[in-house]
């Protein structure tokens, strides 16, 4: 049996396929939660991430963040 393929990706992929449940990238977010990809992101990736995900614009509480 063949691994699933590791993707490399960047922050604003990684946001879009998580802030944004019907977005066009939410078919990213589902291949990964299938186990149909391994998605990969750097420590600065994560980094970023994180401190975006605190940007008034999106309204997350701490918990969704």
Not at 36 to 46: D, G
Request: charged share 20%; net charge positive; with cysteine.
């Amino acid at each position: 049996m063949s691994r699933p393929p590791r993707v490399v990706l960047d922050t604003n992929r990684v946001l879009s396929a998580l802030v944004f449940a019907n977005g066009r990238l939410a078919v990213l977010r589902h291949a990964w939660q299938g186990g149909k990809c391994v998605p990969l992101v750097s420590r600065a990736t994560t980094a970023e991430l994180i401190r975006v995900l605190a940007y008034p614009k999106f309204k997350l509480g701490n918990q969704d963040q």
